[in-house]
């Protein structure tokens, strides 16, 4: 009786440490959100403004990186949203009407901290306190490949876009990593590497009523600081989808 006594003394004070830790982490937690902006703006068409908080946690007190970003939205009749992003550094939310339906939209970003300075972002419309994402524009096809004799190609097929590039200044490199030949000859068949959109900026768009976006996507050759240029690309959302305008090549 007396064991039985003893263990169920045991037992009673391993629950309370973890209902403490469990209670500890939650705090803790709570403790470490992060208010990044505030913001007084109207998202759901009624003429008033709505406030709108982005939060985020930090990974610990000596980083930038927000391991959770989210907003939290209380409409002007006191409706709540909350909106959960992808998680990143300096989070913002930029203010657009991007689907031209006569009010803002909200267009939140955030970089990975990679080498090829690549946001993420989400696009939503809250009109009308109805809270519905808006897909950012599709990814282009675009191919690239070396060719024999320091050269290289890129085309994009569906818009019948290509770029050629003579990379003879840079053959020294090339024949030290081993993808060309000293007489020029490829090694083997060698891709370029094409970056996803790393960026994408709001913008008015010539022509077309209201605002669009601006895409940027980075073409490097044997690496990634081995840089050749940048897609640039304008969309505007017109139908229900995204429209490509203008798609144009800026060497590096």
């Not at 030949?181 to 068949?189: D, F, S, T, Y």
């Not at 970056?195 to 077309?208: L, R």
């Not at 940027?216 to 429209?243: M, Q």
């Amino acid at each position: 009786m007396k064991k039985e006594y003893v263990l169920a003394i045991f037992a009673f004070f391993f629950m309370s440490l973890s209902t403490v830790a469990i209670s500890y982490a939650g705090e803790s937690a709570k403790t470490n959100e992060k208010i990044i902006h505030e913001y007084k703006v109207d998202v759901t068409g009624d003429r008033k403004p709505d406030k709108i908080i982005l939060k985020g946690i930090q990974v610990d007190v000596s980083s930038m990186y927000m391991k959770k970003i989210w907003t939290e939205i209380t409409s002007s009749n006191n409706k709540k949203f909350r909106i959960e992003y992808e998680p990143g550094y300096k989070p913002k939310i930029e203010f657009a009407d991007l689907n031209h339906d006569n009010v803002l939209d909200l267009l939140e970003s955030s970089g990975t901290g990679g080498s090829g300075g690549i946001y993420n972002y989400r696009l939503t419309t809250l009109k009308d306190s109805k809270m519905i994402d808006i897909p950012m524009p599709p990814p282009l096809n675009v191919q690239g490949h070396f060719e024999n004799y320091y050269k290289a190609h890129l085309t994009i097929p569906n818009i019948n876009f290509t770029k050629n590039f003579n990379l003879s200044g840079r053959k020294k490199d090339y024949i030290r990593l081993g993808l060309f030949q000293e007489n020029g000859m490829l090694n083997e068949p060698t891709e370029l590497m094409i970056d996803p959109v790393a960026m994408y900026k709001i913008v008015k768009v010539k022509e077309k009523e209201g605002f669009g976006l601006i895409s940027y996507r980075r073409v490097s050759g044997a690496y990634h600081a081995d840089a050749l240029g940048t897609i640039i690309s304008v969309w505007y959302f017109e139908n229900g989808k995204w429209k490509l305008i203008q798609t144009k090549w800026k060497d590096w």
